[in-house]
């Protein structure tokens, strides 16, 4: 069964940071992009970041540039995502995905709250 | 960036009745690789996100036929043919033609009458 499962998420306060994590298995990991995705309490849907297979190419939504970093471990079957200089905005449910586009396969999410 | 706009923001419907949601474009979705990659996605409470649809009407595995969708370069609609108690929640199309980013609609709220 593929599964991805996600820890990582707390309370911060504006200006920290957090890593996100996401566990993946039942799938040859290695072979995928994955992405990273979220949700605002009570709003729609955001994609934060991808990652290609061997973590050579990166891309993420303007918001988040140069203070958020998207990573791999392929031996460890595990996605990352490094979250700096936090502000209020960046509160949301995180969510992890399998693909480029955000395919079929989402982690359970993972709530991060940036008090200021 | 590429924005979708959904209609309508709020759907009730009646137990086994049609419904059905359109989602605007505001540029072709047609790739140069010939592909159309807008999707739909299905959002109960307090679930996580989950792909319905892909490249405009390929069902994913396990989704009931009663979800189809359709559509071509600016224009797409999802459609489910006779509602269930279990489809209420928020639908949301995502293009990942123009990317990066990645993006969605604003969301259809679905709920029973």
């Given at each position: 069964?593929?599964?991805?499962?996600?820890?990582?998420?707390?309370?911060?306060q504006?200006?920290?940071?957090l890593?996100?994590?996401?566990a993946?298995?039942?799938?040859?990991?290695?072979?995928?992009?994955m992405?990273?995705?979220?949700?605002?309490?009570g709003?729609?849907?955001?994609?934060?970041?991808?990652?290609?297979?061997?973590?050579?190419?990166?891309?993420?939504?303007?918001?988040?540039?140069?203070r958020?970093?998207?990573?791999?471990?392929?031996?460890?079957?595990?996605?990352?995502?490094?979250?700096?200089?936090?502000?209020?905005?960046?509160?949301?449910?995180?969510?992890?995905?399998?693909?480029r586009?955000l395919?079929?396969?989402?982690?359970?999410?993972?709530?991060?709250?940036?008090?200021? | 960036?590429?924005?979708?706009?959904?209609?309508?923001?709020?759907?009730?419907v009646?137990l086994?009745?049609?419904?059905s949601?359109?989602?605007?474009?505001?540029?072709s979705?047609v790739?140069?690789?010939?592909?159309?990659?807008l999707?739909?996605f299905?959002?109960r409470?307090?679930?996580?996100?989950r792909r319905?649809?892909?490249?405009?009407?390929?069902?994913?595995?396990?989704?009931?036929?009663?979800?189809?969708?359709?559509?071509s370069?600016?224009?797409?609609?999802?459609?489910?043919s006779?509602?269930?108690?279990?489809?209420?929640g928020?639908y949301?199309?995502?293009?990942?033609t123009?990317w990066?980013?990645?993006?969605f609609g604003?969301?259809?709220?679905?709920?029973?009458?």
């Amino acid at each position: 069964e593929v599964q991805l499962v996600q820890s990582g998420g707390d309370l911060v306060q504006s200006g920290g940071s957090l890593r996100l994590s996401c566990a993946a298995s039942g799938f040859t990991f290695s072979n995928y992009w994955m992405s990273w995705a979220r949700q605002a309490p009570g709003k729609g849907l955001e994609w934060v970041a991808n990652i290609n297979q061997d973590g050579s190419e990166k891309y993420y939504v303007d918001s988040v540039k140069g203070r958020f970093t998207i990573s791999r471990d392929n031996a460890k079957n595990s996605l990352y995502l490094q979250m700096t200089s936090l502000r209020a905005g960046d509160t949301a449910l995180y969510y992890c995905a399998t693909g480029r586009r955000l395919g079929p396969c989402w982690g359970q999410g993972t709530l991060v709250t940036v008090s200021s | 960036d590429v924005v979708l706009t959904q209609s309508p923001l709020s759907l009730p419907v009646t137990l086994g009745q049609p419904a059905s949601i359109s989602c605007r474009s505001s540029q072709s979705l047609v790739s140069s690789d010939g592909n159309t990659y807008l999707n739909w996605f299905q959002q109960r409470p307090g679930q996580s996100p989950r792909r319905l649809i892909y490249k405009v009407s390929n069902r994913d595995s396990g989704v009931p036929d009663r979800f189809s969708g359709s559509g071509s370069g600016t224009d797409f609609t999802l459609k489910i043919s006779r509602v269930e108690a279990e489809d209420v929640g928020v639908y949301y199309c995502m293009q990942g033609t123009h990317w990066p980013p990645v993006t969605f609609g604003g969301g259809t709220k679905v709920d029973i009458k």
